[in-house]
């Protein structure tokens, strides 16, 4: 199987797993409404990066809710350890994913562009 494919299968799986963990193994309320948007694991399998989004748009809550991922991304990582079958656990760091913030601020901009014509 080709690395690639690999890496692509290993972070869907890892996708997948996460947003199970969240939902259902941790019990902090700072991360209760986020969703896993993607992740960005490297070729080795060493490290995720995994992208999350909020229904908030408070630079507060954003704090929160890093704060809260930061404090289980440990409990994350050793679940994913139990679950998935690989050699090596990835380490885990969790960002926030701008693009849907990126996308709505691009479609604001192009509906204030439609009203001025």
Do not use: C, W
């Not at 080795?44 to 809710?65: F, G, M, P």
């Amino acid at each position: 199987m080709s690395t690639n494919r690999r890496v692509e299968r290993v972070s869907q799986e890892i996708l997948r797993e996460v947003n199970s963990i969240l939902r259902k193994e941790v019990k902090d309320p700072r991360v209760k409404n986020i969703t896993i948007t993607d992740v960005d694991l490297t070729g080795d399998l060493q490290n995720a990066t995994i992208y999350y989004s909020t229904l908030s748009d408070s630079q507060s809550e954003h704090e929160k809710v890093q704060k809260g991922l930061d404090k289980v991304s440990g409990l994350v990582r050793s679940l994913l350890g139990q679950r998935l079958r690989i050699y090596k656990t990835p380490e885990v760091v969790f960002k926030r994913d701008e693009s849907i913030e990126y996308g709505q601020r691009i479609d604001q901009l192009l509906a204030q562009l439609n009203k001025e014509d």
